[in-house]
């Protein structure tokens, strides 16, 4: 039972460990979800309630990466306001449509965003020219159903976010890492509203994942800043590149 304070720390502590990955990663879900489904929810409620306690990962990721976020406005808030629609429609589809179809696509989503992040400096420089002209159409296509996917589901959104980031701006890694975090979150939030208005968010248990995960992205944030871009970069492909084989095999097997 989630009342219970034992499994009400493993839920906080679980939320500490989906901060510290979301933020350096984008793989919190990989988490806290399996968590919440240890704790006895079912898959879908367990869903719905990561969605509510990720807001805690924005949070403590933008707290904790300010210095990174400065001077991003300009093209964070056209992209946040994307993806906010986007993690909308995600969530509707969620809760209205079967999940067969999408579950067996999302390996492929997330192993090929791994492939383009770990390719990303190259893809960086075919794309140099339209790091100074905005936000363009393709990269905001790409954005709204990244958002989709991060309110229908969201387990390596980050991953698929950062790789789309890393392949059109040139900037460092830990800027773009932040941004990320901020764009992702994005898209969880007007999906969470519309999951706190189904019922089937467990309360107790997503505040337990949010507190930790508050501290978690704050440090995440931190540590990003002092580690090395390319072996970053490569361990979260990597990583990605796990979440995709594990979920293809639970998709198809």
């Given at each position: 039972m989630i009342s219970d304070p034992a499994t009400f720390l493993l839920l906080v502590l679980a939320g500490v460990g989906a901060g510290l990955t979301g933020a350096t990663a984008g793989l919190a879900s990989l988490v806290s979800y399996p968590a919440l489904l240890a704790a006895g929810l079912p898959p879908v409620v367990a869903n719905v309630t990561n969605t509510?306690?990720?807001?805690?990962?924005?949070?403590?990721?933008?707290?904790?990466?300010?210095?990174?976020?400065?001077?991003?406005?300009?093209?964070?808030?056209?992209?946040?306001l994307i993806t906010t629609v986007g993690g909308a429609a995600g969530g509707l589809v969620l809760l209205f449509t079967?999940?067969?179809?999408?579950?067996?696509?999302?390996?492929?989503?997330?192993?090929?965003?791994?492939?383009?992040?770990?390719?990303?400096?190259?893809?960086?420089?075919?794309?140099?020219a339209a790091d100074h002209h905005g936000l363009s159409p393709a990269?905001?296509?790409?954005?709204?159903?990244?958002?989709?996917?991060?309110?229908?589901?969201?387990?390596?959104?980050?991953?698929?976010?950062?790789?789309?980031l890393v392949s059109v701006w040139s900037q460092p890694l830990a800027r773009t890492n932040a941004a990320k975090n901020l764009v992702t979150g994005s898209a969880n939030f007007l999906a969470a509203i519309v999951f706190a208005c189904t019922g089937k968010?467990?309360?107790?248990?997503?505040?337990?994942?949010?507190?930790g995960s508050l501290g978690g992205s704050w440090l995440g944030s931190t540590l990003v800043r002092h580690l090395p871009a390319t072996p970053l970069r490569i361990g979260i492909g990597l990583a990605g590149?796990?979440?995709?084989?594990?979920?293809?095999?639970?998709?198809?097997?």
């Amino acid at each position: 039972m989630i009342s219970d304070p034992a499994t009400f720390l493993l839920l906080v502590l679980a939320g500490v460990g989906a901060g510290l990955t979301g933020a350096t990663a984008g793989l919190a879900s990989l988490v806290s979800y399996p968590a919440l489904l240890a704790a006895g929810l079912p898959p879908v409620v367990a869903n719905v309630t990561n969605t509510v306690a990720m807001l805690g990962t924005t949070a403590g990721a933008a707290a904790g990466a300010r210095p990174e976020l400065a001077g991003q406005r300009a093209r964070l808030v056209p992209l946040c306001l994307i993806t906010t629609v986007g993690g909308a429609a995600g969530g509707l589809v969620l809760l209205f449509t079967p999940s067969g179809a999408f579950t067996a696509i999302v390996p492929w989503l997330i192993g090929g965003a791994a492939l383009v992040l770990m390719a990303g400096p190259r893809l960086r420089r075919l794309a140099e020219a339209a790091d100074h002209h905005g936000l363009s159409p393709a990269t905001g296509v790409a954005a709204f159903f990244i958002g989709v996917y991060g309110g229908y589901f969201g387990a390596a959104a980050g991953v698929l976010m950062l790789a789309l980031l890393v392949s059109v701006w040139s900037q460092p890694l830990a800027r773009t890492n932040a941004a990320k975090n901020l764009v992702t979150g994005s898209a969880n939030f007007l999906a969470a509203i519309v999951f706190a208005c189904t019922g089937k968010v467990v309360w107790l248990a997503a505040l337990a994942v949010c507190l930790g995960s508050l501290g978690g992205s704050w440090l995440g944030s931190t540590l990003v800043r002092h580690l090395p871009a390319t072996p970053l970069r490569i361990g979260i492909g990597l990583a990605g590149l796990g979440l995709a084989v594990v979920l293809g095999w639970q998709a198809y097997a």
